[in-house]
C-alpha cells in the first residue's frame, strides 16, 4: 500500500512537470514563474519550501532529544510572515518589476550599482545552495530507500532524477504548484497525525505527567537546553529568515502586490497546521519510550519513521511517507533553480558579460548542481554532514544585511554590503569548519549563526557610517524611488 501511494505522488508531482514544461516558454517562465502567481499558491508554496523535510523528520527528532528548546526554531513563524512581507516583499516586487530581475543577487547589484556585490552574494548562494541539496538528496534517499527498500544510493539517484524530471523542465513555475499540491496534502495529515499522536500517547496530560515524571527540564519554559540556546534559536531563525533566498526570490513571482497584505495570515495559518507533526509526534513518542510502549530511538530521527510505522493507519503513513519525500523535493526544486539563475545570470553579468540564452543554459546548470549534490549526497555522514550545515548561516550572514536593510535604508553604501557579504562568507566557512572538525568550541547554548549573523550586521552598518558620504551617488532614481515608496 505504501508504495502504491508513492508512485501515485510520484505521478502527480510528474503530471505537473509536464503541466508547467509546456508553460515554460521564457527565462522569465524558468525563474520567476512569469511573475504571476497568485496569493494563495504563493503562500503555500512558500511554507512548503520553507518547512521542507525538517519538519517532518528532524524537528520531532529535536522535540524528542530536547523538549521545549526545540520550539524556539519554530515559534518565529508568528513573527517572520509578517516581518518578510513587511520589510522584503513590497520592495522586492517592485523593483523586480521595475528592472526585469530574476534573482536576489540581481537585487544586490541593482541597489548598490555593483556587479562586485552581486557577483560576491551569488558566490555565498551557490555554495549555500550545493549543500541545502545534497543534504536534501540524502534525505530523499533515506525516504525511498524505506519506501521502496532500494538501498541508499540507489534512492539518492532516484530521488534526483524525480526532481529533476520537473526542475529542468518546468523550472520554478512546476515547483510552485508541486510545492501548493504537497504543501495542502501535508497540512491535512500532519493534522490527522497530530490528533493520532495525542491519542497513542494516552492524551496531552497524560503525555505531559510522563514526562515531566522523568525529565521536568524538557517540558519546562526553556527546554532542556535552558534559555541560552533557546533565545538563540529564536533570534537565528527569526532574523535569519530574511536572508533565505527561496523565499525572498519568490517575491518576484506575485502577481497581485496589493494582496501581498494577506500573506501573513495565510502563511502562518498553513504552517501552524504543518508543524503539529513537529511536536506532537516529538512529544507523544518520548512519552511512549518511557513508559515502555515503543523501543528507545536509536537516533531522534527516527522519532517520526517509527511513529508512522507503529501507530499510524497504513493509508495515512503511506501519504506522510509520500509527502515528506514530495516536500523535500519541492525545496530541491527551488534551490535549483536558484542555482541555476545564479550560473546563467548572475555570475556572468558580474564579470561584465551578457547572459545569454538563459532557458536552455539554465535547464543545464539544474542537471550539473543535482549530478554534483546527488554525488556530494553518497558520502553520507562526512563532508556532506558540513556542508549542509553552512546553507542556512551562509544564506543569513550574507544576505540580511544587504538585501534586508539595504532595502530599508537609502544610507548604506556599497563598500558596507560588500564587508558585510564577505565578512559573512568567509566567517561562517570558518568557524563551521572549526567547529564541525571540533577545532574550537563555541560557548554552551551560543550557536555559529548567531555569531556570524551579529558580526556580519556589525560590520554592514559600521562600514556603511563610515561610507556614508557615499551613499546618495551609489543609489540610482528608480531604487531610491523603491526604496522611499515612491512608486
Known amino acids: 500500500m505504501r508504495e ?45 519550501s ?8 528532524g524537528g520531532p527528532g529535536l522535540v524528542y532529544a530536547i523538549g521545549m528548546t526545540a520550539v524556539f526554531i519554530i515559534l518565529p513563524a508568528g513573527v517572520t510572515n509578517t516581518l518578510g512581507a513587511w520589510v522584503l516583499g513590497k520592495r ?35 555554495a549555500g545552495v550545493v549543500g541545502y541539496v545534497a543534504t536534501n538528496a540524502l534525505a530523499l534517499g533515506v525516504v525511498i530507500d524505506a519506501l521502496f527498500a532500494t ?44 490528533v493520532v499522536a495525542l491519542d497513542a500517547g494516552g492524551g496531552l496530560p497524560a503525555i505531559t505527567r510522563t514526562i515531566e515524571a522523568a525529565d521536568p527540564a524538557l517540558l519546562g519554559p526553556w527546554g532542556a537546553r535552558g534559555a541560552m540556546t533557546a533565545l538563540s534559536f529564536f533570534f537565528v531563525f527569526a532574523v535569519g529568515s530574511l536572508g533565505q533566498p527561496h523565499i525572498a526570490h519568490k517575491y518576484y513571482m506575485l502577481h497581485d502586490l496589493p494582496r501581498l497584505k494577506w500573506y501573513p495570515v495565510l502563511m502562518t495559518v498553513a504552517m501552524v497546521l504543518a508543524q503539529l507533526l513537529f511536536v506532537g509526534v516529538g512529544v507523544a513518542v518520548k512519552a511512549l519510550v518511557l513508559r515502555g510502549e515503543m523501543p528507545p530511538l536509536v537516533s ?61 543554459v539554465g535547464r543545464c546548470w539544474t542537471v550539473v548542481i543535482a549530478g554534483l549534490a546527488a554525488v556530494l549526497a553518497q558520502q553520507a555522514g562526512l563532508l556532506v554532514a558540513f556542508v549542509g550545515i553552512l546553507g542556512y548561516g551562509l544564506f543569513a550572514s550574507t544576505l540580511v544585511p544587504a538585501l534586508a536593510i539595504g532595502l ?4 548604506a553604501t556599497r ?31 551560543i550557536t555559529v549563526t548567531g555569531i556570524t549573523l551579529v558580526t556580519s550586521l556589525l560590520v554592514f552598518l559600521g562600514v556603511s557610517w563610515l561610507t556614508g558620504h557615499r551613499a546618495a551617488d551609489q543609489l540610482d532614481a528608480d531604487v531610491r524611488a523603491v526604496l522611499e515608496d515612491q512608486v
Open 4 to 48: 502504491l501511494i508513492g508512485l501515485a505522488y510520484l505521478a502527480i508531482c510528474a503530471a505537473i512537470a509536464v503541466w508547467a514544461a509546456r508553460r515554460t516558454r521564457t527565462a522569465d517562465d524558468f525563474f520567476v514563474a512569469g511573475r504571476g502567481v497568485g496569493l494563495v499558491p504563493f503562500a503555500i508554496a512558500a511554507m512548503a
Open 151 to 194: 538501498g541508499l544510493s540507489n534512492g539518492i539517484w532516484i530521488g534526483t532524477a524525480v526532481t529533476l524530471a520537473y526542475s529542468a523542465s518546468g523550472g520554478i513555475l512546476a515547483g510552485i504548484y508541486t510545492d501548493v499540491f504537497q504543501g495542502l496534502v501535508m497540512a491535512v495529515a500532519s493534522t490527522a497525525v497530530f
Open 408 to 411: 530599508n535604508w537609502t544610507g
Open 300 to 360: 531522534p530521527d527516527d522519532a517520526t519513521p517509527q511513529f508512522l510505522l507503529r501507530f499510524v493507519p497504513v493509508v495515512l503513513s503511506a501519504v506522510v511517507f509520500a509527502g515528506v519525500a514530495a516536500a523535500i523535493m519541492s525545496t530541491v526544486n527551488s534551490f535549483l533553480s536558484i542555482g541555476a539563475a545564479v550560473l546563467t545570470h548572475d555570475l556572468p553579468r558580474a564579470l561584465g558579460r551578457t547572459p545569454v540564452r538563459q532557458l536552455l
Open 415 to 445: 563598500e558596507g554590503a560588500l564587508a558585510s557579504i564577505a565578512t559573512g562568507l568567509t566567517l561562517t566557512v570558518g568557524l563551521e569548519w572549526l567547529v564541525w572538525s571540533k577545532r574550537l568550541t563555541v560557548p554552551q547554548g
Open 92 to 126: 522586492m516586487h517592485r523593483l523586480g518589476t521595475a528592472r526585469g530581475l530574476f534573482t536576489v543577487p540581481d537585487a544586490i547589484g541593482a541597489r548598490y550599482r555593483s556587479p562586485a556585490a552581486q557577483g560576491l552574494s551569488a558566490v555565498a548562494i551557490l
Open 50 to 57: 520553507t518547512l521542507s523535510g525538517f519538519a517532518f523528520i
